[in-house]
């Protein structure tokens, strides 16, 4: 048994390659805007993860060190608090959030309502809580409607305790 093959002209071959490229280009046109429209929103999605990390690390690292022995590191002048609350908007501002748009809070942990002052020696081994807030449209690489924009938060809740540094 011998087998016939049909050949298609080289020419025919030519015509239906280039008649398949406008079909690729079509389905480009539908599928590109999705892939876009995607892309967007993952970058959307990931700054805001990075965005409320940022946050968390920043009380933390704020109510760190009300944990310390903090003798010397506040600028003449300056309480506690004031120093928590730069350290913290000076890391943020690294971070690309601009200090304005941060707000800190350090609050009594037993009375919210209360403010709580670190530097005070009644306030030794007592709880407290620092939650730093700024608007997502701070944050937000795209433009958000006020009706759209809320507030993130993050909190940590420490001790206020003076360890000494060991050598």
Do not use: W
């Not at 409320?52 to 590191?73: I, K, P, V, Y």
């Not at 890391?91 to 005070?120: C, M, Q, R, W, Y």
Request: a negative charge.
């Amino acid at each position: 048994m011998t087998s016939v093959r049909k050949s298609v002209p080289v020419c025919r071959m030519a015509s239906l390659r280039h008649d398949r490229a406008g079909a690729v280009a079509v389905e480009f046109a539908v599928v590109a805007p999705i892939l876009v429209a995607i892309m967007f929103g993952m970058m959307t999605l990931n700054r805001a993860f990075e965005s409320q990390n940022l946050l968390a690390t920043a009380a933390r690292e704020g109510a760190r060190f009300a944990s310390m022995d903090r003798e010397g590191m506040p600028d003449t002048g300056q309480t506690g608090n004031q120093k928590l609350e730069n350290d913290i908007k000076a890391f943020l501002a690294s971070n690309g959030i601009p200090n304005d748009a941060v707000t800190v809070h350090v609050k009594d942990f037993e009375n919210p309502n209360t403010d709580f002052d670190i530097d005070n020696p009644d306030n030794d081994l007592r709880l407290f809580k620092v939650s730093v807030l700024v608007n997502y449209s701070a944050v937000s690489y795209t433009p958000v409607a006020s009706a759209s924009d809320y507030t993130m938060t993050a909190a940590v809740v420490f001790r206020n305790g003076r360890s000494t540094l060991s050598n």
